[in-house]
């Protein structure tokens, strides 16, 4: 039976749109819910709400905004269940997936009660003798824009660490998943009594994301834009979040390299190679989408991936939770898979494993011979793709693994921690996991990406420090002379 979510949440209150938009399974494309079809109206009063309930919000004691946090954490843990399912129903997820997420969001909301009780600020010394100090405090209207591949933890890594600062929080879930990206979040933050305009959930259809985006990003009420998707529209928001002077954050797109040296214990190797490459079909920023192994340990290497990779059970996760490789989102995100794979074949790439598109499920495919003129090695995939590449030198990988306009992310396997050191430090990526994959997050961590993924980073001070600005204050003690002629 399909949910109704046909109200958007904001000033504390659930509130009617004029019209709905259709939320529909990827799987079977049977309709999940029918969801609040919010526009610039709309979004542009749960601003004014955020704003209004700013002063409130911001000015509790950091510990009553950290109690709060604790009581999201405990809701999460009461509607686990749920929000699983939904993971399944409305983004195609895994069932070990869903389960990985409601855990994960309880340890962002304890990371940021946690948080509350770090400094804030610091003692700077004076030539003058003033009582010197750098202070934080809350920017105000925080609005974010987040995405459909992991909604419900990314979406709270961009805005808990906001709220918990004293910021008011405006949030945009992706179209293609409203409920885990955003209507959960108010339900819980309902339950638990958050004040008034705390948290606004906005919801809306494909149509109307252009104009509600723009409100959220222009409207002089908004102080800062944290958003994650892809890089095309980052580019876009980060040029109009600058045009107005005002703070951002993006997580953007990744062509993430996992480098397998010739020392590497190779069955760990090929573990962390299947997980990053298949992960939720692959639809994270953080995929291994370049497979780089010595050629020395190339081929019993592949023996093992090719393995692991054909043992993964592919169908609908609704169905039966052992199916790990469910849908791809949605047609357009199928088609690009699609072309890449025909591109990378017509030159010259050998599929491996794999290859074959039934309804919007790809199975994991494998391949090689894979060369810097293919699309596949040249753009994101975001699909369960894995290109296999062989390199003769630490020199040669670290070369093939930086050939990117990304960023993001990066793995190194190797027996050798130094050896690993030295690989991952020249890098030219955000983030790197020495034996271990590239995709990794903790919530008291710095999240982020270099060059083409991203600016800012989310997660632990790092994740206040984005969204509060610095305040120089001072005590003046008898040591400012003033020029006698005033």
């Not at 904001?10 to 004029?18: I, L, P």
């Not at 910021?167 to 958050?194: H, M, Q, R, W, Y």
């Not at 790990?324 to 898979?337: A, F, R, T």
């Not at 610095?470 to 003046?476: A, D, Y």
Request: glycine fraction near 10%.
């Amino acid at each position: 039976m399909a949910h109704s979510y046909v109200k958007y949440y904001s000033g504390g209150q659930w509130r009617e749109t004029s019209s709905t938009f259709s939320d529909f399974n990827p799987a079977d494309d049977t309709l999940w819910a029918t969801v609040a079809d919010a526009g610039s109206n709309e979004t542009r009063t749960a601003i004014q709400n955020a704003h209004d309930g700013f002063g409130e919000w911001s000015q509790l004691p950091f510990t009553t905004r950290a109690e709060f946090m604790l009581k999201i954490a405990a809701e999460i843990e009461r509607r686990k269940d749920d929000l699983v399912k939904s993971v399944q129903a409305e983004g195609g997820g895994w069932f070990g997936k869903g389960m990985h997420e409601a855990h994960a969001l309880q340890e962002i909301f304890r990371a940021a009660a946690a948080a509350s009780y770090g400094p804030v600020g610091e003692m700077l010394p004076s030539a003058s003798g003033k009582f010197s100090m750098a202070m934080r405090k809350p920017l105000g209207v925080v609005a974010i824009i987040s995405p459909w591949n992991v909604p419900a933890l990314l979406s709270a890594r961009q805005f808990s660490f906001p709220l918990v600062a004293g910021n008011t929080i405006v949030l945009k879930p992706s179209e293609e998943t409203p409920f885990c990206g955003g209507l959960f979040f108010a339900e819980v933050c309902d339950a638990v009594g958050l004040p008034a305009g705390a948290l606004n959930v906005v919801t809306c259809s494909r149509e109307n994301v252009a104009a509600v985006g723009d409100e959220l990003i222009e409207n002089p009420l908004v102080k800062g834009i944290a958003f994650t998707g892809s890089t095309a529209v980052g580019r876009t928001i980060a040029a109009k979040a600058g045009a107005h002077l005002k703070k951002c954050c993006i997580e953007l797109g990744g062509k993430d390299a996992l480098i397998v040296c010739e020392d590497a214990d190779l069955v760990r190797a090929a573990q962390l190679a299947n997980f990053g490459s298949f992960m939720h079909q692959g639809q994270i920023c953080m995929s291994v989408e370049k497979l780089l192994v010595h050629e020395n340990v190339f081929e019993p290497f592949m023996k093992l991936f090719k393995q692991r990779a054909s043992a993964l059970k592919v169908g609908n996760p609704l169905q039966d939770n052992a199916n790990v490789i469910g849908p791809l989102i949605n047609d357009k995100q199928v088609n690009n898979v699609r072309t890449q794979i025909e591109d990378a074949v017509k030159k010259g790439a050998t599929v491996e494993l794999g290859g074959k598109i039934s309804g919007r499920i790809v199975e994991p495919t494998i391949l090689t011979g894979v060369k810097p003129d293919m699309l596949v090695y040249q753009n994101e995939t975001f699909g369960p793709v894995a290109p296999v590449i062989p390199f003769k030198s630490d020199a040669e990988a670290i070369t093939i693994a930086n050939d990117t306009p990304y960023g993001l992310s990066s793995g190194v396997c190797t027996r050798d921690e130094h050896r690993g050191m030295e690989i991952a430090q020249a890098l030219d990526t955000g983030m790197s996991h020495i034996n271990c994959s590239p995709i990794n997050d903790e919530a008291n961590a710095p999240f982020g990406g270099a060059k083409s993924s991203g600016i800012g980073r989310y997660g632990g001070r790092w994740g206040v420090e984005n969204f509060t600005e610095t305040r120089w204050i001072t005590i003046e003690r008898g040591g400012k002379n003033i020029p006698p002629a005033f």
